[in-house]
C-alpha cells in the first residue's frame, strides 16, 4: 500500500470516528505523524524481508494459503493469442455458464448413469484389443478466453480419457489419408482457379497441408503395439497388428462422433450438434467437411449460371471453422437460414440445419464504424466515405 493511500484512508477515518474529530488539529497532525511514520518502517522492513526469496515460493506455507484462497474462488485459465495473460473467473460464474452451455442445442442429456456410459464405450473398445487401456473417466468441458473477442471460447478436455484411445486412433488414420485429401483438394482447387480465376484452396485450411499441418508427425505405431497400413485386401494380419480398410476408418469416425460426451458433475451429456471438441481427429475432419460445402457451393453457381458470383470469393479465407471474407459484397447474402431463402437458391454455402452460422462483425463501441475479427485480426472501420480501416498494432490506419 502507497504512503498516500494510507494518508487518505487516515483523513477518511478521522472523519467518520467522533473522538478523532473532537480532537485539536495539532494533537490530530501529531497523531498522523505518528502512524505514518510507523507506517513507513513496516512497509521497509516488509521489503527487506522479501526482497529476495530464501525458499521455493510454491513450497511455503503462506504462498499455498494464498493459492489456496485464489484457486478456491477462481477459475485461472489460459486467454487465447496471448498464453502469458492468464484470466481470472469465478468459478460460480463459470459453472453457470458451462451449465447454460450444455443447456443449448448442442447438448443432450443422457439418461444413462456416468458409470453405464464409461462401461458401454470401454466395451466398444474391447473390439480392438491392441489399444491401450483408458482410464475409467469422462471428458469434462474446459474454456479458453478469447481476448481479442472478448468471448469465452469452450472446449472439451478429451486428454486421459476413456475416449482417447479411439480418438488418437482415428486421428492416426486420417492422417494416413491426409495425403490423398490434399491430392483431391488442390486437384478441385486447380479446377476452379482455371475455369473462374478464384483459388479455393485459401478456404481450406488443415486439408490443404501447407499452412497448417494439425499433427508435427506420423505415429505409426500405438505404444509400440500397433502398426495401421494401407494394404492389399489379401494380406493377413500379424501378431500385434490390425488393418484397417476404408469401411473401418468410417466406423471409427461414426464411433468418435456417438461417443462425444462429458461429464459435468455426476450428470453425462453428449454432444448432438458439431464437431466432437476437443478430439485428435477433429480439425482434418472439419477441414474435409467444409471444404466439400465450399466446393460444391461454386460448382453449383456455375451450373445455375451464377458464375458471375464466383469471383467475390477470390479474397475469402477460412482457418478450421473461422471464415474471413475481404471486399465480398455478397457474402451475408449466402449466410442466410434456410427458410429465408427461395427453395431453389444457388446462393448458399452451409446448410444451416446442420451447421450453426454466426457472425462476428459488430458496431464498434466508439461507434466510428463496423468491426470484424478473424482469428487473432481485429479490423475496424473508421471511416466509411474515405475507406479508411484501423488495425490493433499497426502504427496507422490504412486506405
Not at 466446393?295 to 482457418?319: E, V
Not at 462476428?360 to 466515405?385: H, M, Q, Y
Request: a negative charge; proline letters at 5%; glycine letters at 6%.
Amino acid at each position: 500500500m502507497h504512503e498516500n493511500e494510507v494518508g487518505g484512508f487516515l483523513d477518511r477515518f478521522t472523519v467518520m470516528v467522533l473522538e478523532l474529530r473532537e480532537l485539536t488539529a495539532s494533537t490530530q497532525s501529531f497523531l498522523r505523524r505518528i502512524i505514518l511514520k510507523k507506517v513507513r518502517a513496516r512497509m521497509t522492513k516488509y521489503r527487506e524481508q522479501h526482497r529476495h526469496v530464501t525458499e521455493e515460493p510454491f513450497e511455503h506455507l503462506a504462498v499455498k494459503r494464498e493459492l489456496g484462497f485464489l484457486t478456491g474462488r477462481f477459475l485461472i485459465c489460459p486467454a487465447d493469442k496471448a498464453s502469458s495473460t492468464p484470466a481470472f473467473v469465478c468459478k460460480n460464474f463459470i459453472r453457470k455458464l458451462a451449465f447454460e452451455m450444455l443447456s443449448g442445442h448442442e447438448f443432450a442429456s443422457i439418461v444413462p448413469p456416468l458409470a453405464a456410459v464409461i462401461s458401454r464405450i470401454q466395451c466398444e473398445l474391447s473390439a480392438m484389443p491392441v489399444l491401450s487401456t483408458a482410464p475409467a473417466t469422462l471428458p469434462y468441458l474446459m474454456t479458453v478466453f478469447k481476448a481479442h473477442k472478448s468471448t469465452l471460447h469452450w472446449i472439451t478436455n478429451t486428454a486421459k480419457t476413456v475416449v482417447s484411445p479411439e480418438a488418437d486412433l482415428c486421428a492416426c488414420l486420417l492422417q494416413f489419408l491426409l495425403p490423398l485429401v490434399q491430392t483431391f483438394c488442390k486437384e478441385r482447387s486447380w479446377e476452379v482457379e482455371e475455369w473462374f480465376g478464384v483459388n479455393l484452396r485459401r478456404t481450406c485450411g488443415g486439408a490443404k497441408g501447407e499452412e497448417l499441418e494439425p499433427y508435427h508427425s506420423n505415429q505409426g505405431r500405438t505404444n509400440d503395439k500397433l502398426w495401421p497400413s494401407w494394404v492389399d485386401g489379401d494380406q493377413a494380419e500379424g501378431m500385434g497388428s490390425m488393418l484397417f480398410r476404408e469401411e473401418d476408418v468410417c466406423w471409427l469416425t461414426e464411433c468418435c462422433i456417438a461417443n462425444s460426451v462429458l461429464r459435468m458433475g455426476d450428470d453425462v451429456w453428449r454432444q448432438v450438434r458439431g464437431f466432437p471438441m476437443g478430439l485428435a481427429c477433429s480439425p482434418i475432419s472439419c477441414d474435409i467437411y467444409f471444404f466439400k460445402y465450399e466446393y460444391h457451393a461454386m460448382m453449383r453457381l456455375a451450373d445455375t449460371g451464377n458464375a458471375h458470383l464466383i469471383p467475390y470469393f477470390s479474397d475469402t479465407f477460412k482457418y478450421i471453422d473461422d471464415l474471413g471474407a475481404i471486399n465480398n459484397t455478397i457474402i451475408k447474402s449466402f449466410m442466410r437460414k434456410k427458410e429465408d431463402r427461395e427453395e431453389n437458391d444457388p446462393c448458399w454455402i452451409y446448410p444451416d440445419e446442420y451447421i450453426e452460422i454466426k457472425e462476428n462483425t459488430e458496431v464498434a463501441v466508439d461507434e466510428c464504424g463496423r468491426k470484424a475479427n478473424f482469428l487473432s485480426l481485429t479490423i475496424t472501420i473508421t471511416s466509411p466515405l474515405q475507406g479508411r480501416t484501423s488495425i490493433p498494432g499497426t502504427t496507422s490506419a490504412k486506405d
